[in-house]
Structure formats: C-alpha cells, structure tokens
C-alpha cells in the first residue's frame, strides 16, 4: 500500500450560509489528494498527459460521517492499496482535527486521450508503483 497525506485549508466559497463544507466538495478534495499522490510519487498528471494517457473517474463513493467547516485544515489521505491494472481504485481519509469525516474512493480507468480506449498503463509509471510497493514489504 501507498499512502500520502495532504492538508487543505477549506475555503469559504466551499460552504453553505452556515459556513459548514458543500457535500460535493468532497470530491474536490479526492481529487486534491489524488493530484498530490501522483506528484508526490514523482510522477504528476501532466506527465501521463505528454503520453497521451488520461485517467478519468468512471465511479464514486463518498461515505460522510461528519462535516469540514470555514477555515478547518483538513487531512486528505490517499491510498493506493493495489498495483493497478487497466482499472483501479484509489482510496481517501479526510480528517479534521484528528477525527475522520469522510471516506470513499474513485475508481479511474487508464485510457488513449485521442481515442479515449482503455490502455495499459505506462511501463515507466507502473516500475515507480512497483518500487514502493516492493519497498513496504
């Protein structure tokens, strides 16, 4: 497994008149998390794009346990639990002040972002994913 952890300080354009996070932004905050594992991985999204390789969501889950307000910093962690193969998913924690508030997962496809097909993903990208998971072991 790979884990990353990201903070976030919530903007207020993310709330509700009660200043309490938009159930929607969640996802945001996935996304977030996601851009910053790959990044941290060293291995950012706009490298898999100069090959041409997107990684669109295709599912969603979002359990919510509790809420993010105005101004809280928040802890995204992101996990990645499984070497991927065409299809994969990668899991998310949000924690606010040490207590989980959400969790879920996306489900994301590797595809040709001419002809938006499914593809293997790059050699280079799943030697990086290799390392580290043979490196927890």
């Not at 390789?53 to 979002?62: C, F, S």
């Not at 802890?75 to 899991?91: A, E, G, M």
Request: glycine share 4%; charged share 25%.
């Amino acid at each position: 497994m790979i884990k990353t952890v990201t903070d976030y300080r919530v903007l207020y354009a993310h709330t509700d008149k009660m200043g309490v996070v938009n159930n929607v932004r969640y996802l945001e905050y996935f996304e977030a998390g996601r851009n910053d594992f790959l990044r941290k991985l060293g291995y950012p999204y706009r490298q898999l794009e100069k090959l041409n390789v997107g990684l669109p969501v295709i599912e969603a889950y979002v359990k919510y346990i509790s809420s993010a307000k105005y101004d809280d910093v928040i802890q995204i962690n992101t996990f990645l639990k499984k070497i991927p193969t065409v299809r994969f998913n990668i899991d998310y924690e949000i924690y606010c002040e040490n207590v989980l508030i959400v969790s879920g997962y996306t489900m994301h496809s590797f595809v040709n972002l001419e002809k938006m097909k499914p593809v293997r993903p790059p050699a280079d990208f799943m030697e990086i994913l290799i390392k580290k998971f043979n490196a927890q072991i």
